[in-house]
């Protein structure tokens, strides 16, 4: 059984990682990227904030906010996913940004949650309580965010050996994650309006891409080996 | 929008109203969009003159009423009204208008007349929301009422706001304002009105039935299936630090006014 992959470190074997910009050491640049990555992402947060503060987000500016913080969740659990097929497809690696877009998608989705709580109801419990309960939409995006938390609380190297082989498993969560946050969104508005069902359809290729691979992941054996956590099929054994 | 004068009435809220930038770019009309900011980005193409209203079906004097012999000869009243959205969000607005009883008198609706049918405007070549390829709604947006909730004086027939004429993203150049229903009662755009003597289609309740019923009136006793009805942000007092909720009245606070009409109705079944 080959041993997960560490999300911000490549395995050293990795046959095809030629978008290394510069000398093939990881080490202290690759963390340098990594953290430019934290900083670039929390820019649409910390602008749509800025823009809600100043009165300039609309109308309905606290709206607006939780709404571009939801998306952006969702934006970033997708890119999470794209990381995988862009290597088996393309060649070009960018798992070691794997780890920060995953936890930009948790941060996000927290800070849609906390919006909605404070902002949005006002830390009325009670409605919060009633809305999670009874309202689809808002249990499945609740059920999203819960799924986020252990992935995000693992996410670190103590656990990714702590865990072993089932942090891998632990990790396809993101698979439910991602799905329950596509129909979230769709839920949430009045009608079929085309932007929910483009994010929709995003995920649901990401998610095809795993359920089909088995019927050509064969011939990529040597790769495939490299990187068996959080991308194998859930329910598939993991051969090596 | 050209200034359009208008007597003060006795129908007014005693509410801070909603900035006029805040009623003009913050729209549900889906004929221009899904997004709040798409009408007030693409409505400005919309022709509203000519314009020429039908009004027909079981009337004794059917007739065709242009815009601006309806702007001079009905008596137009500034009404200032709440305006709760289904989507628990809320305005207060200075319309001008007339009642809809007023054009509904003219034409004579006859005795088997019972409820009251309208059309939007169907113009795919200046509505670029009727052009999707998935149509969010079925095209011509359409909207009913029970003949006595239009005879009611407050339904009225809105032709301004703020002391002009209708901003095109607003319904211009005539839209329907039923204060004690859910915004999307209020059909913009209008060029139809039939008198009929059955429950007409409504679009949002042919979109989903479960979801919006064709009666609408503001409850928030009654759920949407998909979110609270009991509290409503108020547009612009819902600033970042101190979200202003209010609570949601039952007929959004005309109750007094029209609760009659639904006596015996049980408004949990008649959503």
Redesign the interface.
Known sequence: MASPARPTAPPAAAPATPIRRSGPRPGRRQAWQVWALYVVGFVPAVWTFYLGATDQLGADPVKSFEHSLGLWALRFLILTLCVTPLREITGMSLIRYRRALGLLAFYYAAMHLSTYLILDQGLDIAAVVADVLKRLFITIGMAAFVMLIPLAVTSNGYFIRRLGRNWGRLHKLIYLAAAAGAVHFVMSVKSWPTEPLVYAGIVAVLLTYRLLRPLWRPKRRGSARQRSAGTPLAGQPRQV | AAPLSAKPSAFKVDEKQTSL??IT??NNF?EFG?D??DPAAYAGSLTTRPWTVKVDGLVNKPGEFGIDDLLSSMPLEERVYRMRCV?A?SMVIPWIGFPLAELLNKVEPNGSAKYVAFETLQRPSEMPGQK?F?P??DWPYVEGLRLDEAMHPLAILAVGLYGETLPNQNGAPIRLVVPWKYGFKGIKSIVRISLVDKQPPTS?NR??AN?YGFYANVNPEV?H????Q??E?R??E????G?G?HKTLPFNGYGDQVASLYSGMDLRVNY
């Open positions: 930038k805040d770019t913050y889906y899904t709040k900011g989507e969000w999707g998935l969010v709604l949002w979109q989903a979801e759920d299936p998909r979110w609270s009991a509290t942000r547009i612009g819902s600033s970042f630090f979200a909720r």
